[in-house]
């Protein structure tokens, strides 16, 4: 989507994720946060797979409605649609053939794309005072009075739930394991979540209040960031690129992840230091989590919204120690996520922060301590 229909829909979606509607998820994200983590148990377990668990639940019901008994239903298909196009037999042999993966993954995005029918369907019946994402975007209109036809929403929701799911579930990851490999800078942060919130949810007033953990986060997207790239294509021909010219459909990759890592930008660049953004401040197109310019994601103040508030309860309630020699490699789809997972073994805050030895091409990527 490109040019003038790109632009028509990005103003019809930029609503829900305005400042003000933002705000209008908080206690709602609390609320989820608190229910999903309020399960977990000490002992071992896999971090990656509990995060994905928190921002499932947090991002359907966001999107599809609290009250509603379909939308965490819409949510876990959606997962599983998107944990199935990104696999390898899907890339690699992509033949519309009862039995093969690519076969499966067509009918399972038949079954997507009917729920989010029936669900459209059913508010532009209902058309109450609901505030999840789906019922702004049906009610949404243009300049031209405008509004997104039943196959653009569905498109729009799939879009919404991938960046808004996935990726932060990647990132809560990433920062977990980044903590509990760093005892010092957690230390630090939970003397600002014992000073700002003395062991209770953030309200919406205290969010701002936790600055260290601002920047602990915006340390953790840019030494691994969840989506370490993105591709353009050239919409016109003899463009200018360096010493090269692109002609008119030409790919080109940008590399977040080696712009995050640019010594000149970044000092020491492998180093987790969150301080750091006490001193610097790169522009739009030097430090990318959510992209830049006009693609740049509509959602990013949600998510570091949610970021910050799953993090401040989870922190406050546990101890992650990363399982000793565990293997941490990356695999890189759409995003950047732990291959083989994140084992750690959990425990009450104790306060007893300590970092393990682990091996994988984690060191490729972060330089650890010790």
């Not at 696999?87 to 729920?115: C, D, M």
């Not at 739009?284 to 949600?302: D, K, N, T």
């Not at 570091?304 to 399982?323: G, P, W």
Request: hydrophobic share 40%; aromatic share 8%.
């Amino acid at each position: 989507m490109n040019g003038p229909q790109h632009k028509q829909q990005r103003q019809l979606i930029l609503p829900p994720f305005h400042k003000k509607a933002v705000a209008g998820y908080h206690d709602l994200t609390v609320e989820l946060a608190q229910e999903v983590i309020g399960q977990w148990k000490p002992g071992r377990r896999d971090v990656y797979a509990d995060m994905r668990a928190v921002t499932l639940r947090i991002a359907s019901a966001v999107l599809f409605g609290h009250e509603a008994s379909d939308a965490y239903r819409i949510g876990h298909l959606l997962e599983v649609w998107a944990r199935r196009n990104f696999s390898g037999p899907v890339w690699f042999f992509p033949v519309n053939i009862p039995g093969t993966p690519y076969h499966r993954l067509l009918k399972h995005a038949e079954l997507v794309e009917q729920e989010i029918l029936r669900l459209v369907e059913k508010r532009r019946r209902d058309p109450s005072d609901r505030t999840d994402v789906l019922s702004i975007l049906i009610q949404a209109r243009d300049d031209e009075n405008r509004g997104m036809t039943d196959m653009e929403l569905v498109g729009q929701a799939t879009i919404l739930f991938g960046a808004s799911f996935e990726t932060t579930a990647s990132t809560l990851t990433w920062t977990v394991f980044l903590l509990a490999q760093h005892p010092g800078i957690m230390r630090e942060l939970m003397d600002e979540l014992d000073r700002v919130l003395g062991g209770d949810a953030p309200t919406r007033e205290q969010l701002p209040q936790l600055s260290f953990l601002d920047r602990v986060i915006k340390e953790s997207m840019r030494i691994l960031p969840p989506v370490p790239f993105t591709i353009r294509a050239a919409d016109e021909d003899q463009i200018p690129m360096g010493s090269l010219m692109l002609s008119h459909g030409a790919r080109v990759i940008c590399s977040h992840f080696l712009t995050h890592h640019l010594p000149d930008i970044y000092p020491e660049p492998e180093l987790f230091r969150p301080d750091r953004w006490r001193e610097i401040d790169p522009t739009q197109y030097e430090y990318l989590p959510f992209s830049a310019g006009p693609r740049a994601c509509v959602g990013a103040m949600f998510a570091i919204q949610v970021l910050k508030i799953s993090l401040a309860i989870i922190l406050q309630k546990f101890r992650f120690a990363i399982v000793p020699d565990a293997q941490i490699d990356r695999v890189v789809r759409i995003t950047m996520n732990p291959r083989y997972g994140m084992p750690v073994v959990l425990h009450e805050n104790d306060r007893r922060y300590e970092s393990s030895q682990v091996r994988g091409q984690i060191h490729e990527m972060v330089k650890l301590p010790g």
